[in-house]
């Protein structure tokens, strides 16, 4: 059984910075997928980035491209997302996820954490 369990959010002023974290346990090898995805009150779950464990690619949403990095730590199999230069419009709640598939930017993975929240004050 596949668990992700999130970590790291807060709050913090525009301009700061936060890592999330995200714990894996249950898979086995490195063909899969990781992605952060973030739901604001009220709107829907917008994918944020995600790797690919198997070689590392990456891939970002626009909104986010060149302030968020995404990373993993395959030794501690932990994922994580850096976020630097934090604007308001970023306040979500923020969840892992994971699946086999090439889901990359599709909001289909199979497995989910249950999300950490990220408020970022002007």
């Known amino acids: 059984q596949v668990q992700l369990v999130e970590s790291g959010g807060g709050s913090v002023q525009a301009g700061g910075s936060l890592r999330l974290s995200c714990a894996a346990s249950?898979?086995?090898?490195?063909?899969?997928?990781m992605g952060w995805f973030r739901q604001a009150p009220g709107k829907e779950r917008e994918w944020v980035a995600s790797?690919?464990?198997?070689?590392?690619?990456?891939y970002y949403a626009d909104s986010v491209k060149g302030r968020f990095t995404i990373t993993r730590d395959n030794a501690k199999n932990t994922l994580y997302l850096q976020m630097n230069s934090l604007k308001p419009e970023d306040t979500a709640m923020y969840y892992c996820?994971?699946?086999?598939?090439?889901?990359?930017?599709?909001?289909?993975?199979?497995?989910w954490g249950q999300g950490t929240q990220v408020t970022v004050s002007s």
């Open positions: 249950g898979y086995t090898g490195n063909n899969y997928y």
């Open positions: 790797i690919y464990v198997g070689n590392g690619n990456t």
């Open positions: 996820a994971a699946d086999s598939r090439s889901t990359i930017d599709k909001v289909d993975y199979k497995y």
